[in-house]
Structures are given as C-alpha cells and as structure tokens.
Nanobody, 127 residues
Framework: QVQPVESGGGSVQAGGSLRLSCTAS????????IGWFRQVPGKEREEVSCIASGAGGTYIANSMKGRFAISRDDAKNTVYLQMNGLNLEDTAVYYC????????????????????WGQGTLVTVSS
C-alpha cells in the first residue's frame, strides 16, 4: 500500500520556523485531498491543515491561522506545511494523511475520512 512520507521535523526554539514535507512514491498527491494532522500523547489527533485535489482550496485550523500555511509543488509531488511563530503548544508528532479518493471533495479532511496515514515526524518546540 502506498504511504505518505513526512520529513522536516526537528527541534526549534519558540518563535522559530519549520517546514514539513509530505511525499509519496507512485502516488500523485495532486489527485487527492492531503491533510496535516498532529497528536500529543494523551490527546486526540487534530487536523492542522488540508489542501484539496487539483486546484482546490486549502484549510488551516483556527488556532494556526496566520502562522501555518499549506502548499503543494506538483513537479516535486510534495505537499508542504510551513510553520512560523512556533510555540510550546505546537510540540507534537505531525502526520500527513489522505482520504485516498481521487478528485473528491474539498477541505477540511476529518479524521474519520482518512484512509492512509504517514508514519509521522516529531516537532519539538523549546523555550
């Protein structure tokens, strides 16, 4: 089964920035709705951002608006999550995911609709 692969996580000081990448071999990301989620131990996985298939729209969760941005580079078959102004509460494992249904629907991407998850990448924000 095709699986998205995340990269770009790491440790950063509060106020800093990171850019996460999501790619998948043999799987054309622009054909599918792609979401970024995050999870902290003991808490539910929450959706951070989403980009719809084709020329569809994007979604950013309210608490991240103005700080996070999602984009896609079709030539590189990669979806990015640019995270600026990181704070301690952004510490989490970040996952890339898809509903695995081509050219269907716009964002957001509810947890219940996700069919394929990446393995996750850890983001640690320190003071």
């Amino acid at each position: 089964q095709v699986q998205p692969v995340e990269s770009g996580g790491g440790s950063v000081q509060a106020g800093g920035s990171l850019r996460l990448s999501c790619t998948a071999s043999g799987f054309t990301l622009r054909h599918y709705k792609i979401g970024w989620f995050r999870q902290v131990p003991g808490k539910e996985r929450e959706e951070v951002s989403c980009i719809a298939s084709g020329a569809g729209g994007t979604y950013i969760a309210n608490s991240m608006k103005g700080r996070f941005a999602i984009s896609r580079d079709d030539a590189k078959n990669t979806v990015y999550l640019q995270m600026n102004g990181l704070n301690l509460e952004d510490t989490a494992v970040y996952y890339c995911a898809t509903n695995n249904v081509a050219m269907l629907g716009g964002c957001p991407l509810p947890n219940s609709d996700v069919e394929i998850w990446g393995q996750g990448t850890l983001v640690t924000v320190s003071s």
